[in-house]
T-cell receptor, first 114, second 113 residues
């Protein structure tokens, strides 16, 4: 099946620094990718929709200046957490949908801000 | 978005069948029923989806009620590797690839050896 690869799988950063997470669709082109956040023992929450060649659309309550999304090609979307703080520590997951039916998810990135 | 209701947790024994229920009484005619599961510390993975008829694949079966207000995911012979959170999600066909998925709380499936 199709594969979505996410990198890094785990990152620890200092408060105030920025962290970039990459999401790649390995065997299909994705004009749209999605970014989710998941806190411990909670469900996934959609943060934003990443659109190739245009601006991302953010869900209500998600700060677009805090979570920068770039979708420069049909196989790569990046999420940059800017000026990270401990409350940004979470599990971040990207997704792409192939063929209008099945969604494929990355392995997730565990971000810890110290 | 149409809402789904699932039990918070279920427990089963290894090598026995598991029936995971989902209620979606406000489902619309164009909503597909999707199931995903999430193993610990991993991203979700697709399990199965259907519209009206029952569906089978190598992972599971999906039984859909005649009025489509409920469905059941069936794992025919559970293994320890099936321990995960299972999410029942409705997706409108018209939404296609343009909309993200709305995850509820899901069912935490525990498999006893």
């Amino acid at each position: 099946g199709a594969v979505v690869s996410q990198h890094p799988s785990r990152v620890i950063c200092k408060s105030g620094t920025s962290v970039k997470i990459e999401c790649r669709s390995l065997d299909f082109q994705a004009t749209t990718m999605f970014w989710y956040r998941q806190f411990p023992k909670k469900s996934l929450m959609l943060m934003a929709t990443s659109n190739e060649g245009s601006k991302a659309t953010y869900e209500q309550g998600v700060e677009k200046d805090k979570f920068l999304i770039n979708h420069a090609s049909l196989t790569l979307s990046t999420l940059t957490v800017t000026s990270a703080h401990p409350e940004d520590s979470s599990f971040y997951i990207c997704s792409a949908i192939k063929g209008n039916t099945e969604a494929f998810f990355g392995q997730g990135t565990r971000l810890t801000v110290v | 978005d149409a809402k789904t209701t699932q039990p918070n947790s279920m427990e089963s024994n290894e090598e026995e069948p598991v029936h995971l229920p989902c209620n979606h009484s406000t489902i619309s005619g164009t909503d597909y029923i999707h199931w995903y599961r999430q193993l610990p510390s991993q991203g979700p993975e697709y399990v199965i989806h259907g519209l009206t008829s029952n569906v089978n694949n190598r992972m599971a079966s999906l039984a859909i009620a005649e009025d489509r207000k409920s469905s059941t995911l069936i794992l025919h012979r559970a293994t320890l590797r099936d321990a995960a959170v299972y999410y029942c999600i409705l997706r409108p066909y018209s939404g296609g690839g343009a909309d993200g998925l709305t995850f509820g709380k899901g069912t935490h499936l525990i498999i006893q050896p």
